[in-house]
């Protein structure tokens, strides 16, 4: 390749835990190219030393991503091609990396992805939640009010809900899970994916909530959490909800109605209380 030539941006996967899932492309790119973007140059070295990679290491990160993608550019208009890795999995995918293919890419520069692991894939794979129609929602808010709303505003999606999330708000999130879902809705916990302490189990929410809760193993390490899906069919306790709220909405306020029903049926206040305003809105 000429000087006058721009090189070529690989996107390259990595593992997401077991260093065998690497491929021998992505090895042989990663020792090819003049220099390796990594979101953590001291995580990565552990991998390269691995495949004896011994390419040129710089950081790329969500705190310098900008300042840094000039300079990347700069190298790569000049003739040198270079690799973009991320800690673990696909970069990009709840990584940085987004500004620099951008960048990239508005300058005509070719851009190579070479695939391997990603944890929403291999989680929805394995999940047995139906993977014709998914929606991968990143991580949920940490604060619990905006948790619930973004949780909310997803409760009628028909897509399966994919989401990553920390091990210690993970017991918290499956339970504004239930309150936004209901809690027969089915759900997987992936957990550790690829790892010596896997684990992959698919219930309903309320059961996940509590084999999660009963188990602090299961509150470690990387999680993927999978909702199922909403659908168009009325489950029989939905449907004494309605029966009772069409009697009592007549006679009381939305909220108050509400709480009558969900102490009667068991149910949740806030799917009787959202089935109260569909039942007006009728």
């Known amino acids: 390749m000429t000087a006058s030539q721009p090189g070529q941006l690989f996107i390259v996967a990595t593992p997401i835990g077991n260093l065998s899932d690497l491929?021998?492309?992505?090895?042989?790119?990663?020792?090819?190219?003049?220099?390796?973007?990594?979101?953590?140059?001291r995580h990565s070295k552990h991998?390269?030393?691995?495949?004896?990679?011994?390419?040129?290491?710089?950081?790329?990160?969500?705190?310098?991503?900008?300042?840094?993608?000039?300079?990347l550019l700069q190298r790569l208009l000049e003739g040198e091609s270079m690799a973009l890795i991320s800690d673990a999995g696909t970069p990009l995918i709840s990584d940085p990396g987004y500004r620099l293919v951008s960048l990239v890419k508005q300058q005509g520069i070719?851009?190579?992805?070479?695939?391997?692991?990603?944890?929403l894939i291999a989680a929805m794979s394995a999940s047995?939640?139906?993977?014709?129609?998914?929606?991968?929602?990143?991580f949920l808010p940490a604060k619990a009010v905006a948790r619930r709303q973004a949780l909310e505003n997803l409760k009628d999606d028909e897509h399966t809900l994919i989401f990553y999330e920390s091990p210690r708000r993970l017991l918290s999130a499956i339970t504004d899970c239930i309150?936004?879902?209901?809690?027969?809705?089915?759900?997987?916990?992936?957990?550790?994916?690829?790892?010596?302490?896997?684990?992959?189990?698919?219930?309903?929410?309320?059961?996940?909530?509590?084999?999660?809760?009963?188990?602090?193993?299961?509150?470690?390490?990387?999680?993927?959490?999978l909702i199922e899906?909403?659908?168009?069919?009325?489950?029989?306790?939905?449907?004494?909800?309605?029966?009772?709220l069409t009697l009592l909405l007549p006679e009381l306020p939305v909220k108050k109605a509400a709480t009558i029903v969900s102490a009667i049926t068991g149910g949740s206040k806030n799917q009787a209380y959202q089935l109260a305003l569909k039942l007006q809105q009728k």
């Open 47 to 71: 991998l390269l030393q691995h495949y004896a990679i011994s390419t040129k290491t710089i950081s790329l990160h969500e705190h310098n991503e900008q300042q840094r993608s000039e300079m």
């Open 110 to 119: 070719k851009v190579v992805p070479i695939p391997g692991s990603c944890a």
């Open 229 to 244: 899906g909403a659908t168009d069919m009325v489950s029989a306790d939905e449907q004494e909800m309605a029966r009772l």
């Open 179 to 225: 309150e936004a879902f209901g809690a027969e809705r089915r759900a997987c916990l992936a957990r550790e994916l690829t790892k010596m302490h896997e684990t992959i189990e698919t219930r309903t929410l309320s059961e996940l909530r509590d084999w999660v809760s009963q188990d602090e193993n299961q509150q470690r390490g990387e999680c993927v959490l």
């Open 128 to 138: 047995g939640l139906a993977s014709d129609r998914f929606s991968f929602e990143g």
């Open 23 to 41: 491929s021998s492309r992505a090895v042989e790119t990663l020792q090819d190219v003049a220099l390796i973007a990594a979101e953590d140059t």
